[in-house]
């Protein structure tokens, strides 16, 4: 520590390690920075510790005196010590999901896949040269890396600059001179023949509209189109052919031809009106879209006939019901044979999935159509670390459908996620907390379901519901987890506890007590164990074939070596049967069962 810094040292412009991140990246940064004065490992131990706070401080100060020779030891003890912050190294596995999508830019696609592959060390130039031309769409690019593969990966990139450059350009020619195309096209066609009226364009023209009722628009329909598709809640269609003998003086933004206008495209208003119902657009909606017209006419039709009355009332409800059933569109959701995927045929399982609450995988959800509530109980709200304050009173008990009353802590509205990483969707649910023994973590009921509108098939074991862009997800019940859970609900025993606030006992068999304040999973402990995210390599610490241990395949050699020969040192601590665990020596510590002296043991 006596090592003098240079002359012309200056601080470090680089920030504390704490012990919670990366600790190569903060190692590369430290010798990038100090090898700008000197490469001296005296002064590089002398100046470490400067660059570290906290946690890490903490055990650079605990080191003992003498411990550390240079820094390629200091580097190495500190590698081993914050070994859990390394993050997690992707493989070239991860490439396999990674897929150019419908429309998406040659940049855009280019762009992600650069990315994942910084984070991929050693990664081969033909499985990543596979993985790209697998994941590229059809098109000249493709074409161009299978007839000349590429030198390196570099080389991808330099070819895929004139592609990009090449798309863009027909993007903004047909985006922003659609007049010279349109005239361009209309001009090499032939001139049009007379045709009889009765065709199909009259047809299309008389086709009548989805909706019987359209949300007012406060601006119009070419400057909304323009907004939808800035804020991309809007795909444009496939360019449509303009149609013999059409009126070339009307041009629609929509479909890019010519025939009608922007402002009377019917297809444009049908997607703006479900992009209004969906909840976007609200920026353009009129405020004054209350459906009052059913009451023209109506003091009228009273003078001349009142003995009609109820009948118009009738109507009138019948008609707001039609609207409200237009309304609410969802696409069609069918289950069939290929649902049936690693299900028992044979079964009468619960449904069990898994959704994403506070950034929180809550596997045993169990999916009940016949509880009125979405309830969350008192065990898994704890685990999920969401603060006790942010409960809102609710004192009114559940009654269960023999008449049982349950107290409730309270509820509370929380954001769930159901699908998976490639499709999901999420809705705000009210969750009403209770305190029971169960073997479940939550349960959904009919408020959610219809909010998500789901729909549940049984014999399946699966539900799908619509994802907000239109697309049906399928998400399946895990067979597994649904069985261990209903097996653990038959071992569930009530376990009586007296009331939180109130002097009102429950009077039945079980004697003066109310049922709250129970274990929420009684399940085997095993399953809310820490597993690794990594993948693990076997390793056999004891004599027989089945007495293994399990190291991660993050480590080095060198680390993983280390690990082995501490564990085979120390092998003597594991216990593979009862008979290697002896017990503790009487004379230490020895408990005396209160039982007769000349009672005989039986079996």
Sequence with gaps: MGARLPDNWKNLALEKYDGTSDLEEHLDAFVTQVGLYTDDDAVMCKVFPTSLKGSALNWFTRLPPGSIDSFTTLSSRFAIQFATSRPHQLTSIA????????????????????????????LDLAVAMHHLTTALRPGPFVNSLCKKPPRDLDDPRQRATKYMQMEELAEFRSQNRPDLFLAKKE????LPRPRPRDTTDREKNNRGPRYMKYTPLNTSRAKVLEQALATEVLVVPRRAMTPPHADTSKACQFHRNRGHTTEKCSALRDRIEDLVKAGHLQNFVRGDNRRNNYRTGREEGRKENRDREPHRNR???????????????????????????????????PMVISVEINNCIVRKTLVDQGSSADILYWKTFEQLGIPEQELTPYDEPLVGFSGERVDTRGTIDLYTYFGDDQQRRRIKVRYVEVSANTSYDILLGRPSLNRLR???????????????????????????????CYLASLKVQPTPKTTRCRDVNVIGDIGQYKMEGLELDPIIEDEHRVEPTETTIPF???????????????LTDDDAEDIKRVLLRYSDLFAWTAADMPGIDPSFHCHQLSICRDAKPIA
Aim: neutral net charge; glycine residues 4%.
């Design 315 to 349: 109507s009138r409800e019948h008609s707001r019901s039609q609207e409200r059933s237009t309304a609410i569109r969802m696409p069609p959701i069918t289950f069939t044979d290929q649902d049936f995927q690693g299900v028992d045929p044979v079964q009468d399982d």
């Design 187 to 190: 001009s090499d066609k032939e």
């Design 540 to 554: 056999q610490l004891g004599k027989m074939e089945d007495q293994v241990t399990n190291l991660s395949s993050q």
């Design 95 to 122: 490439l396999v999901n990674i897929r150019q999508e419908k429309k998406e830019p040659l940049r855009t696609f280019m762009e992600r896949f650069g990315k994942m592959t910084l984070f991929i060390r050693d």
């Design 454 to 484: 789901a729909i549940v098939s049984t014999p399946h074991l699966a539900m799908k519901f619509s994802s907000e862009e239109g697309k049906i997800i399928t998400l399946h019940a895990d067979q597994k987890t649904a069985r261990k």
